[in-house]
């Protein structure tokens, strides 16, 4: 089975991670909630989306060093190239931030899943990993690789013109934010639980 994955808040788990940079930036008061949405909106709706452009350009970039993989995704990985399985990465991300400093952020991911031996021998191949400018490159990618099935955390990736008939859409949505939405969707909680659905059951 060839299986597409997301990056951002699919593999990389930014829980809490926004939060603490912004608290330690004092742009949030420690009360706003943990999520990246939650600091997203407090910031939106007190007039400085600019400044959670630029706390996500860091975060993606330099801070990466905070953030984690979801739990269960190396014991997925390791099963699923154990039983043959292939996977890639698809991912869309500007190679800079759109606001303040110039990271670059294609690296700065490379080298967080470098570190966290999600890439390597026997591990995802360096070469299954692809960073698209829009949206639109990324579902042409998906295609491309002839997926058989693509995980992601984004709908709207899943449901857009362009995504292939052929492969099956997982939606990554381990808070429930989707709950009773996109019925059309397979939806997801765990890597556990797309371990039993795409190597134990599949
Ligand atoms: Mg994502």
Same mark, same amino acid.
Do not use: Q
């Given at each position: 089975?060839?299986?597409?994955?997301?990056?951002?808040?699919?593999?990389?788990?930014?829980?809490?991670?926004?939060?603490?940079?912004?608290?330690?930036?004092?742009?949030?008061?420690?009360?706003?909630?943990?999520?990246?949405?939650?600091?997203?909106?407090?910031?939106?709706?007190s007039g400085r989306k600019e400044a959670f452009t630029e706390l996500q350009g860091w975060i993606y970039g330099p801070g990466m060093d905070l953030v984690s993989p979801y739990p269960g995704f190396d014991i997925? !990985?390791?099963? /699923? !190239? @154990?039983? @043959?399985?292939?996977?890639?990465? !698809?991912? *869309?991300?500007?190679?800079?931030?759109?606001?303040?400093?110039?990271?670059?952020?294609?690296? /700065?991911?490379?080298?967080?899943?470098?570190?966290?031996?999600?890439? @390597?021998?026997?591990?995802?191949?360096?070469?299954?990993?692809?960073?698209?400018?829009?949206?639109?490159?990324?579902?042409?990618?998906?295609? =491309?690789?002839?997926?058989?099935?693509?995980?992601?955390?984004?709908?709207?990736?899943?449901?857009?013109?362009?995504?292939?008939?052929?492969?099956?859409?997982?939606?990554?949505?381990?808070?429930?934010?989707?709950?009773?939405? *996109?019925?059309?969707?397979?939806?997801?909680?765990?890597?556990?639980?797309? @371990? =039993?659905?795409?190597?134990?059951?599949?």
């Open positions: 089975m060839r299986i597409g994955i997301d990056f951002d808040n699919t593999i990389a788990c930014y829980d809490g991670v926004f939060h603490r940079a912004a608290v330690d930036r004092g742009l949030i008061p420690p009360d706003v909630g943990m999520s990246k949405n939650a600091v997203r909106d407090h910031l939106n709706s997925f !990985v390791d099963a /699923a !190239v @154990g039983v @043959g399985h292939a996977i890639f990465i !698809v991912s *869309h991300k500007t190679r800079t931030p759109l606001a303040g400093p110039a990271y670059d952020l294609h690296s /700065a991911a490379r080298n967080f899943l470098d570190l966290r031996d999600i890439t @390597g021998p026997n591990r995802i191949a360096a070469d299954a990993i692809f960073f698209e400018e829009t949206k639109e490159a990324k579902v042409a990618r998906i295609g =491309e690789l002839d997926c058989d099935v693509f995980i992601d955390d984004l709908p709207e990736i899943l449901t857009m013109r362009g995504f292939p008939d052929e492969t099956k859409a997982l939606l990554f949505d381990p808070l429930r934010h989707h709950n009773g939405d *996109h019925p059309a969707l397979h939806h997801v909680g765990s890597w556990e639980e797309i @371990g =039993e659905l795409l190597i134990t059951l599949g």
